[in-house]
């Protein structure tokens, strides 16, 4: 909003919402259509007259209320044509509740001591999806906070995961949400710890050398407990008012509340909302909900579909996070495998950082959960590991699991296998290899809640993580490390899989084995051979091309006994390639490769 022009006895103070100074609270709230608006409170005892905001420019009201101060409970009382509205604030940082009353919070009284953490590399990041709801719950019928959630960060630690993607934690109405229906995008949910938890939160990770992405939902709010929707009494067409559209442009699979992104107002309540979580809350990176419909109204690519402002207002956003933080990470959940999503806005595209990657998940689940070998299209599995958009393998995320993978009907992964019981050969053999493609195919990999414990069913918001699964899985847990361990080049003998390049020295579909060749540099302790055999036969004496003669060193079996008691151990053993053309390549090794197995081979020299 442009600076009024004020005499100069008046001081302008900048910020929505309620802003704390150093000479009290100023408040500002956008009504157009409203007559009259004041804010009524703690500090006031609620008298709707006792402090009245000035009418300012383009419909903005605003005023300083100087016995007013952090922690303060507040409302805006509106005046309108359509009767006299108690609201809460929309820009509110805290809540009591989603359908209580707004709390002064000063995001300047929170101590970062030392904020000096610098997110790692994208082609570095290993990404642990959560849900601070479930993910540490320590009493039956509560929901899990930050605090809780904080308790597990030196487990991530161990694992190798530095990186944590939040479901969100905007406030929503109850105590239990997957989290994707915000009720007030700027307050952060009371059941989790508000705020100060969020903070502490990230501090703590950080301190932990994790990076803190959160989940933002900007294609709806709501739809319940939502003060905004009709917020100064006006709307059109029975529609949401200011802040939506009030056509046929508000229509979403969840409700007729698609924010109005032709509006500036609404623009930058979007905008300042997502700068907000970077500069505030040093949260690393933003992954956003449901990317079709905000650049479509039916996400069906139809052009007369469009929303254009939508599109513009993605870019503005993510132009502005990556020149406010240049490794920050901008992720989009499209699922449609676009270019344009991850394309530069200069070059007309959104501008995100990576997207989540359909093609991959959906490919290569498919390939796993299969029942019969015979079925598996190992020529699909091979192109969902060589895809990538705009000639970056790390603008995308491959997971096989996430709370959208793992719910609506599907389950784990190893349930789905099993149907019934996951602690059986097959689900695990067959889940730990779509692990292993996750965690060595070029792209951000990401490993959802649960996934190393071996969790079944599927994904609710009132069924907690079992953490005794950590012991009785622990081998199979230890399988994910000693993977990210790898993915992580910690022992500096598998820096390929941190590379952009990947070859299929053999996608074999009658044997049912992938071959694959990832580096960056190449050559020793860079090169990295993973075979993926997706059948049930033991192969023995199995020739494959090898980039380089020599001994390569078995860095991993996922066959190995230790991840499981169940698990054969054959194989396991380094191995010797020779020189003589084979598979295009001027080398070739003999391998035993167990069934359903992921081995991993580089070179010390």
């Not at 050398?209 to 939902?217: E, F, N, Q, S, Y």
């Amino acid at each position: 909003m442009e600076n009024l022009q004020a005499d100069e006895t008046v001081q302008y103070y900048e910020g929505m919402g309620a802003t704390c100074h150093s000479d009290g609270v100023y408040y500002r709230v956008w009504a157009p259509h409203a007559e009259s608006v004041s804010v009524i409170g703690t500090f006031n005892d609620w008298k709707e007259d006792a402090n009245v905001l000035q009418h300012e420019e383009h419909g903005f009201w605003g005023a300083l209320v100087e016995n007013s101060k952090e922690g303060d409970e507040y409302k805006f009382l509106l005046k309108t044509p359509a009767g006299t509205l108690h609201r809460n604030d929309p820009y509110a940082l805290k809540m009591t509740n989603s359908s209580g009353n707004c709390i002064v919070y000063n995001h300047a009284s929170f101590n970062w001591e030392d904020s000096s953490f610098n997110m790692p590399g994208w082609h570095e990041l290993v990404v642990y999806e959560l849900h601070i709801g479930t993910f540490h719950v320590k009493e039956a019928g509560q929901v899990g906070n930050f605090y809780t959630a904080i308790e597990k960060l030196d487990y991530l630690q161990s694992m190798g995961f530095n990186a944590v993607e939040l479901m969100p934690c905007s406030e929503f109405p109850g105590s239990m949400s997957w989290g994707y229906n915000p009720a007030n995008p700027f307050a952060i949910e009371s059941d989790y710890g508000g705020p100060e938890g969020l903070k502490l939160f990230v501090k703590e990770a950080h301190s932990r050398g994790i990076a803190v992405i959160l989940d933002v939902v900007y294609n709806h709010f709501g739809p319940s407990d939502l003060d905004i929707w009709q917020f100064d009494g006006w709307s059109e067409n029975d529609g949401g008012g200011i802040y939506f559209y009030n056509d046929w442009r508000a229509e979403t699979p969840w409700g007729s509340t698609r924010p109005d992104y032709g509006r500036n107002e609404v623009r930058s309540y979007i905008h300042d909302n997502a700068m907000m979580w970077l500069k505030e809350y040093h949260v690393d990176g933003l992954r956003m909900d449901m990317v079709p419909y905000i650049r479509n109204v039916k996400a069906d690519g139809n052009p007369g579909n469009d929303i254009p402002e939508g599109i513009s207002l993605m870019q503005w956003i993510n132009k502005d996070v990556r020149e406010y933080c240049p490794n920050c990470i901008t992720i989009a959940e499209d699922m449609h495998s676009l270019d344009f999503i991850t394309g530069t806005v200069e070059n007309g595209g959104l501008g995100y950082g990576s997207q989540w990657d359909a093609r991959f998940v959906h490919t290569v689940r498919d390939a796993i959960i299969t029942a019969n070998d015979q079925d598996r299209d190992i020529n699909g599995v091979a192109e969902a590991i060589t895809s990538r958009y705009n000639m970056d393998s790390f603008q995308r995320i491959i997971y096989t699991e996430s709370h959208d993978e793992v719910a609506n009907g599907q389950a784990r992964v190893a349930e789905e296998i099993a149907d019934g019981d996951v602690n059986n050969w097959y689900s695990k053999k067959r889940a730990a290899l779509g692990v292993a493609l996750v965690l060595t195919s070029p792209g951000i990999p990401m490993i959802f809640q649960g996934q190393p414990l071996l969790e079944d069913k599927w994904f609710s918001d009132n069924d907690p993580i079992d953490w005794s699964r950590l012991e009785k899985f622990s081998g199979f847990a230890n399988l994910h490390r000693d993977m990210i361990h790898l993915r992580r080049n910690w022992f500096g003998v598998t820096g390929g899989l941190q590379g952009q390049n990947v070859e299929i020295v053999r996608a074999d579909n009658d044997k049912k084995v992938i071959v694959m060749h990832r580096w960056n540099e190449g050559g020793p302790k860079d090169s990295v051979i993973v075979v993926l055999n997706f059948s049930i036969e033991t192969l023995s004496d199995f020739k494959v091309g090898f980039p380089r003669a020599g001994k390569w060193h078995l860095r991993l079996s996922s066959d190995n006994e230790q991840y499981d008691s169940e698990f054969s151990n054959v194989g396991v053993h380094d191995v010797d390639a020779w020189e003589g053309e084979y598979d295009n390549h001027p080398a070739f090794a003999s391998l035993q490769i167990p069934p359903y197995t992921a081995l991993i081979f580089s070179q010390e020299e």
